[in-house]
């Protein structure tokens, strides 16, 4: 009898860890989504490259970009050079450069 008790004591125990991990995960493609409106839009980004954590990118006017609101996002740092921007955003940079990639399409 008392090893039921374990047994569901465990499975609660699962499910509200579930759930805590679920809460804290983002939705990659809301973020992307949110990034390529912060770099204003699809049609502002020429080019992008990526190397390691940093992210390159090449933008028709960099005026309207909101530097601000892609900190927000996580960014570690913004570095603008001419029409360029380098942001540094960690381990999903060739994820994110491949769903701009696409969305551009």
Known sequence: MAYIQYLI???VLLIIALVIIKANGKDFHIEANKLVEYLGG???IINIEVNMS???VMLKDVSIVNKDAIQKLGAKGIVEID?????ILGSDGQKLKKYID???K
Do not use: E
Not at 83 to 87: H, R
């Open 9 to 11: 004591i465990i499975i």
């Open 42 to 44: 699809k049609d502002n």
């Open 54 to 56: 940093r992210f390159k």
């Open 83 to 87: 029409n360029q921007l380098k942001i």
């Open 102 to 104: 696409d969305l551009k």
